[in-house]
């Protein structure tokens, strides 16, 4: 259980860190708030248009009497509108981390530079880059809708469903938040997706410390903007401990390395 306080601990340092590191802060809230820009401008779009959508998708309900039709499309109109929040919460951090790709690249290095030793880099063009990132995004987005739907049908079980597995479905949002944010530290590091994958599981406890309080606090997305740098330094502290060796082989070795200092699993070649 050491390892929840542990998660938690990254993330807090992280937050520490972009706090004393003002301009990087103001850096990374960049791409943040040109994302909430777009959200926000998309959602009031929806909220004055999801109504005419409902009235266009229901041709049916034209000749229904009062208050039947009403209730019907209002009904509706609130289902759509929802969606698209629900839409926009689950896809926030995606986003913004595919538009800031540059912009946590460079904090993450920063951070690595602050923190001493080797500053890794992937070597690839942006566009590559942002291609792997995209790519990976959408194989995460898929994964999450996957337990979505399970976890949605489990949700018709009396008691369970309004107890358990609300819990299990911020555990498993968490769990992949914090593989999307360490990917900015990881990737550069050579590592793809389904070798994150192996390695963030072999930790479980420490990635949910990580990543459901985060999970918890991006349910406000204005909330998401202003933790967003904080949370990208607390993710690369945390991979850096993760995948590099403890130099001085008589301590204990760093959380993800064996005793003898070797990593596990090996980086695999970038592949498109």
Excluded: N
Excluded at 22 to 43: H, K
Excluded at 62 to 69: I, R, V
Excluded at 78 to 88: I, M
Excluded at 194 to 215: E, S
């Amino acid at each position: 259980m050491s390892d929840l306080g542990a998660g938690f601990g990254y993330l807090m340092k992280g937050q520490r860190w972009v706090a004393q590191h003002g301009r990087w802060f103001g850096f990374g809230l960049l791409p943040g708030l040109v994302t909430l820009g777009v959200y926000a401008g998309a959602l009031i779009g929806l909220g004055y248009g999801a109504d005419d959508l409902v009235g266009w998708a229901t041709p049916f309900a034209d000749d229904w009497s009062s208050p039947w039709q009403g209730l019907l499309r209002t009904g509706l109109t609130a289902l759509v509108f929802v969606f698209g929040l629900f839409l926009a919460v689950i896809t926030f951090t995606a986003v913004t981390l595919l538009v800031g790709q540059p912009f946590y690249e460079s904090l993450s290095e920063e951070v690595d530079r602050s923190e001493g030793g080797e500053v890794p880099e992937s070597g690839l063009p942006l566009w590559r880059e942002l291609w792997i990132s995209a790519r990976d995004s959408v194989r995460i987005l898929l994964r999450v809708a996957l337990y979505g739907i399970i976890l949605f049908a489990c949700g018709f079980i009396p008691v369970v469903g309004q107890t358990v597995v609300p819990a299990i479905g911020f555990c498993v949002s968490g769990f992949f938040l914090a593989e999307e944010l360490t990917a900015v530290a990881l990737q550069r590091r050579g590592m793809v997706l389904k070798d994150r994958l192996v390695l963030l599981r072999g930790r479980r406890l420490l990635a949910l410390g990580f990543g459901v309080p985060l999970v918890l606090a991006f349910l406000i997305p204005v909330v998401a903007v202003f933790l967003m740098p904080g949370a990208v330094a607390g993710a690369t502290l945390l991979a850096r401990d993760l995948v590099d060796p403890d130099p001085d082989p008589d301590t204990e070795p760093r959380p993800g390395t064996t005793a003898g200092g070797d990593v596990p699993p090996a980086p695999r070649a970038w592949s498109a």
